[in-house]
């Protein structure tokens, strides 16, 4: 997947008429505790107006848009698969401030207001981050250290996740381990921005969400189809995600559950009270 910056140049005029804009965050993370040495990448889009925005997978978006056209999960293998953890859209709204995190899970869709917010402290030390001209600053977040790097270049004080409330754009933001990392890799100007959620959810706490995903992992619910193959056994879920197990695979109900399972080593490590 190839992307490109643009430079701040030609992007800042355009704010001033409140264009819409897609930011590409390359994003890498490391599951297992374990295995630290093991990193997942993937690409998330923060849509945005210049007063709500929306983050999503960019996989899991192409492939929401294909199945809502065709009804047909069949259509979603010539996709490129998504990370099961990165089955969530966060909402912000920079007037209130507020976020809300949807997920689909259990053939629900589920919203989490979340209560708390990063709060920054600004260091004094500056870098040209991906062509941009940056500050550092630090917050304490959800059991994590994390260290982002924004620009006044690009004035919405919005970022990746549910990083939000910095004088400028988050250009990069990574937690003190670099368990999770998120890099800007592109920004284009976009004539509608996504930002579309559910209208019917189920609101829950993290804690009730995170109890019911350790307590419910259930292939009746969870799983849409199997195709199998002579060397591949595909799984499609309801919730549009596809996995690929090898046809060897001595307990496939089991192989699946497993990969249902989110990491040990997740991007939050405390939950809102």
């Known amino acids: 997947m190839k992307f490109h910056i643009t430079l701040f140049i030609l992007i800042f005029p355009l704010f001033l008429f409140a264009q819409s804009f897609r930011f590409t965050y390359e994003y890498k993370f490391k599951p297992q505790k374990e295995k630290m040495d093991s990193v997942i990448t993937d690409y998330m889009n923060l849509d945005t107006d210049g007063k709500k925005s929306l983050f999503f997978n960019d996989s899991k978006h192409k492939m929401d848009s294909v199945y809502a056209a065709s009804k047909n999960l069949n259509d979603l293998t010539q996709y490129k698969n998504y990370n099961q953890n990165l089955n969530y859209t966060i909402f912000k709204d920079y007037s209130i401030p507020k976020i809300d995190f949807y997920s689909k899970k259990f053939n629900l869709d589920i919203l989490i207001e979340e209560k708390e917010l990063p709060k ?87 804690t009730q969400f995170d109890e019911l995903a350790k307590k419910n992992i259930n292939l009746k619910t969870d799983v849409a189809f199997t195709n199998v193959t002579n060397k591949t056994v595909t799984v499609g879920l309801n919730d549009g995600n596809m996995m690929n197990l090898s046809n060897n695979t001595a307990n496939v109900d089991q192989a699946i559950i497993d990969k249902l399972r989110k990491s040990n080593n997740p991007i939050e490590l405390k939950p809102s009270e």
């Open 120 to 206: 920054w402290n600004l260091v004094d030390e500056f870098s040209v981050i991906n062509t941009f001209k940056c500050q550092k600053a630090y917050t304490k977040y959800k059991g994590r250290e994390w260290y982002a790097w924004f620009t006044k270049d690009i004035p919405i004080n919005d970022g990746p996740y549910k990083f939000i409330g910095l004088p400028g754009l988050i250009i990069r933001v990574s937690d003190k381990e670099e368990s999770h990392t998120f890099d800007l890799i592109q920004v284009i100007h976009i004539k509608d921005p996504f930002l579309e959620v559910p209208k019917k959810v189920r609101l829950m706490t993290q």
